[in-house]
C-alpha cells in the first residue's frame, strides 16, 4: 500500500466519522464526547500496523483481553454513543483492511452504512424535547443504586416535586459515594 492509497482511506475515514458524528449530536438531548472520535483513527492506525507487522496469536488474544475488559468507570455511555462508537471502528476496519483493487464495493459499504445511520437518527431516534427544563440533582450513591429502571424514577419522585420527569445519571462517584443526576422536566 502506497502513501497516496493510505491517505485516500484515511480521508474516507476522517470524512464519515465527522458525517456520523454531525448526525449523532444534531437534535438529542445528549452530546457524544469528540474524543470518542479517536478511537475510529486508532482502530484504523491498529488495523494497518497488523496488515504490515507479524504478531503472534498471544498478542490478538492479549489484546483482545484488554479491550474487553477496558470499562470507563467515570461515565455511562448512552445506547447514541455505543451505536456511533461501533460504527466508527466498524468504517475504521472497512477502510484499512478491505482490497484497494475492490474500491466501488467499499464506497458502497461506506455508504450503505452512512445511509442506514442518517436515516435512523432522523426517523427512529425518539427526540425527547417534551422536557424544555433541566436542574442537577445529588444523591448518595447506595440508595440509588439498583438496576432497576423504574425504582429509580420512583426513588427520584420522592424527592422532585415534578409529576412528569426523565432523568440520566452525569457522573458517579464511589469515593464520595454520591451520583449527580440531570433531571430534565
Given at each position: 500500500m502506497d502513501f497516496f492509497?493510505?491517505?485516500?482511506?484515511?480521508?474516507?475515514?476522517?470524512?464519515?466519522?465527522?458525517f456520523l458524528y454531525y448526525f449523532s449530536n444534531r437534535k438529542n438531548k445528549e452530546?457524544?464526547?469528540?474524543?470518542?472520535?479517536?478511537?475510529?483513527?486508532?482502530?484504523?492506525?491498529?488495523c494497518y500496523l497488523f496488515t504490515k507487522v507479524e504478531i503472534g496469536i498471544g498478542i490478538g488474544f492479549g489484546l483482545f483481553a484488554i479491550f474487553s475488559i477496558l470499562r470507563f468507570r467515570a461515565q455511562t455511555f448512552s445506547l447514541n454513543a455505543i451505536i456511533f462508537?461501533?460504527?466508527?471502528?466498524?468504517?475504521?476496519?472497512?477502510?484499512?483492511?478491505?482490497?484497494?483493487?475492490?474500491?466501488?464495493?467499499l464506497i458502497f459499504?461506506?455508504?450503505?452504512?452512512?445511509?442506514?445511520?442518517?436515516?435512523?437518527?432522523?426517523?427512529?431516534?425518539?427526540?425527547s424535547s417534551i422536557y424544555k427544563k433541566?436542574?442537577?440533582?445529588?444523591?448518595?450513591?447506595?440508595?440509588?443504586?439498583?438496576?432497576?429502571?423504574?425504582?429509580?424514577?420512583s426513588k427520584i419522585?420522592?424527592?422532585?416535586?415534578?409529576?412528569?420527569?426523565?432523568?440520566e445519571i452525569l457522573t458517579i462517584n464511589k469515593t464520595s459515594n454520591e451520583i449527580e443526576l440531570l433531571i430534565l422536566y
Open positions: 492509497e493510505l491517505f485516500a482511506r484515511f480521508l474516507l475515514l476522517a470524512f464519515s466519522i465527522l452530546t457524544i464526547n469528540p474524543l470518542i472520535i479517536v478511537v475510529g483513527f486508532c482502530t484504523f492506525s491498529l462508537l461501533f460504527a466508527t471502528i466498524t468504517l475504521s476496519i472497512l477502510d484499512i483492511l478491505y482490497p484497494f483493487e475492490q474500491y466501488g464495493v459499504f461506506q455508504i450503505s452504512i452512512l445511509l442506514f445511520y442518517i436515516l435512523g437518527s432522523l426517523f427512529l431516534v425518539n427526540d433541566s436542574c442537577r440533582l445529588i444523591l448518595k450513591y447506595d440508595e440509588f443504586n439498583a438496576l432497576d429502571e423504574s425504582y429509580r424514577k419522585a420522592e424527592i422532585v416535586p415534578f409529576v412528569a420527569f426523565d432523568f
